[in-house]
């Protein structure tokens, strides 16, 4: 089943008093499948932040469609655009968005709250997803007294406790250490195989190479897409460097 369904989405971007103008998107077009694990990569300037905004819903394109699970995002209402996103959406931050003045425990139940759910469910729902994640010892501590890679867990957390449509992941690994982007990644594929549909833009390869899918932008468009088939980490992980290195050089991916 698709989840996610982008139709030639456009973004153009008007100068102030309609001066130049910058076309960020030029005709995107993808689907995602109920269950699967998506990587987005691409040079700086090739549209990927624009995309992914613009799947959050925190921007409309210019021409084209999103659709999730059915429903166009450009058709609902701005007073109901937050709660849309809270009920179908899960976020992971590069720079993790945890509130200082909150306990983990507070921080991953704070959608929950916002949505009106009642004390019960929220802990209902707030074990199995701490104990997946390895994170229960450490529910009342707060963001500043732990590691990066448990305030990205507890972040996670927080992205799966509404039991989201897709996950979108932004750079999730880019403050990381290498063995906390590990265990970070080490947990994505575990939320994938339980079924959670991940879309994650990312600059690394290695956390692409987790990926069943990776398709790269260049200047607006979706220009090539490499599946996993087979291949192990390891592989896909050449088959992503000489994508990238094609993309670079300006020539045609194989």
Not at 79 to 94: D, K, M, P, W
Not at 168 to 173: I, Y
Not at 200 to 226: C, E, K, N, P
Request: glycine share 10%; hydrophobic share 40%.
């Amino acid at each position: 089943m698709t989840i996610l369904d982008v139709k030639d989405v456009k973004k153009t971007y008007t100068g102030r008093f309609g001066g130049n103008q910058v076309q960020a998107l030029k005709g995107v077009t993808f689907t995602v499948e109920a269950g699967e694990y998506v990587a987005i990569m691409g040079e700086s300037g090739s549209g990927k932040t624009t995309l992914l905004n613009i799947l959050a819903a925190l921007d409309k394109p210019t021409g084209g469609s999103v659709l999730l699970d059915g429903k166009n995002l450009s058709e609902v209402k701005d007073g109901e655009l937050a709660s849309f996103r809270r009920e179908n959406l899960g976020f992971v931050f590069q720079e993790f968005n945890l509130l200082d003045t909150f306990s983990l425990k507070d921080n991953i139940l704070l959608p929950l709250v916002l949505s009106g759910k009642g004390v019960a469910e929220m802990n209902e729902r707030l074990t199995p997803v701490a104990d997946a994640l390895g994170i229960a010892d450490i529910l009342n501590k707060f963001p500043y007294e732990v590691s990066g890679g448990q305030k990205q867990r507890a972040a996670a957390a927080r992205a799966l406790i509404t039991d989201p449509k897709l996950i979108l992941a932004d750079e999730p690994t880019g403050s990381l250490d290498s063995q906390s982007s590990s265990d970070l990644l080490r947990v994505f594929e575990k939320m994938n195989r339980a079924g959670q549909t991940i879309l994650m833009v990312t600059h690394s390869t290695d956390a692409a190479s987790h990926a069943g899918r990776v398709l790269f932008i260049r200047d607006g468009v979706v220009f090539h897409q490499i599946y996993r088939g087979a291949c192990t980490n390891e592989a896909l992980y050449q088959k992503i460097s000489d994508t990238l290195t094609m993309l670079r050089k300006g020539g045609e991916a194989q």
